[in-house]
C-alpha cells in the first residue's frame, strides 16, 4: 500500500492550473450537485469506513445502480401498453438491454450496481495487466469474453480512470465483437488526465463519473482518490 502514499514526486503527471474545460454534454460528472451519491463517495474515500469491505462492495454497487439510472435517460423506449388489474395502462419499455463490459477485478461491484438496474443485460468481461518496467503506463489486455457488440449499446465501466489507458485498450480489444451503436464510459473517480485521454480516444463515447480528482501520483494512483479499489474490495494480492 506504499504505493498509495503521496511522495515528493507526485509529478508523474502534474495538475493542470485552472480545471480543464469538458464538453458538459458528453462529460457528466454526477457527484457536481448535492446528492446521495456524494455520500456514498465520502464512504468509499474514507480509510476507516473502507475497513468493512462489504460495505465498500455495497457503495460501489450503489454508484453502479446511481449511474445506470442516469444513463437509462439516454437510452430509447417503445410504447406498450400493459394491462393491470384495474385497466390498461400506456408504459414505456426500454428498446434493448446494454451490453455491460467491465474489467477484472476491481469493476466486479460496480459492474454488480449497472446489473442489478439493467437486469436483462448480457455482460462482457475484459482481465487487463499492467506491464512492469516501462516508463510509460503499458496495459495488456489478456482475457476477452462478450456478445456481439453490433448495433448493441455498450457501456463499458471501470471504478477508477487513472491514466485511462486499460480503459481505452479494452475497448478497443472489445471492439473485435462488433460495432456497437452507442458507447457510454462509467467510472467513479477519474483523473484529469484519465478524463482527457479518454474523451480524445474515444470520441464516439459519453464519459460519466462521480468526480474528478486532482492528479495522478508517480505510481499512477488517483490523488486523493480511494486507494486501490480491487485490493479494497476482495483483499490485497501478492
Ligand atoms: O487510484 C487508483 C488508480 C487505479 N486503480 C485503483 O484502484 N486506484
Not at 454526477?30 to 451519491?37: D, G, H, Q, T
Not at 477484472?104 to 475484459?126: E, I, K, T, V
Not at 463515447?205 to 486507494?227: E, F, K, T
Request: net charge negative.
Amino acid at each position: 500500500m506504499d504505493a498509495l502514499k503521496p511522495t515528493s514526486a507526485d509529478s508523474l503527471a502534474a495538475a493542470p492550473a485552472a480545471a480543464p474545460a469538458y464538453d458538459s454534454d458528453r462529460v457528466h460528472v454526477v457527484c457536481a450537485e448535492p446528492s446521495i451519491a456524494n455520500h456514498f463517495l465520502a464512504e468509499l474515500r474514507d480509510v476507516t469506513v473502507q475497513q468493512d469491505s462489504l460495505r465498500f462492495r455495497r457503495n460501489l454497487q450503489r454508484l453502479g445502480e446511481i449511474m445506470a439510472y442516469r444513463i437509462s435517460s439516454q437510452l430509447s423506449y417503445t410504447d406498450k401498453t400493459v394491462k393491470t388489474p384495474l385497466g390498461e395502462s400506456s408504459s414505456k419499455h426500454l428498446h434493448d438491454f446494454p451490453v455491460l463490459a467491465t474489467v477484472l477485478r476491481a469493476g466486479l461491484p460496480f459492474h454488480q450496481g449497472f446489473l442489478n438496474y439493467f437486469d436483462q443485460s448480457p455482460s462482457a468481461f475484459a482481465a487487463a495487466y499492467r506491464i512492469e518496467g516501462t516508463a510509460q503506463v503499458q496495459v495488456q489486455v489478456d482475457y476477452l469474453s462478450a456478445p456481439s457488440l453490433d448495433e448493441r449499446v455498450l457501456i463499458l465501466v471501470d471504478p477508477m480512470l487513472a491514466s485511462g489507458k486499460s480503459l481505452v485498450q479494452t475497448y478497443r480489444a472489445m471492439l473485435r465483437f462488433g460495432t456497437p451503436r452507442q458507447v457510454h464510459i462509467a467510472a467513479v473517480i477519474a483523473s484529469p488526465q484519465g478524463v482527457e485521454y479518454v474523451t480524445r480516444e474515444v470520441p464516439e463515447a459519453n464519459l460519466w463519473v462521480a468526480a474528478i480528482d486532482d492528479h495522478l501520483n508517480d505510481q499512477a494512483y488517483i490523488v486523493p482518490g480511494l486507494g486501490d479499489a480491487g485490493d479494497l474490495s476482495y483483499g490485497s494480492k501478492l
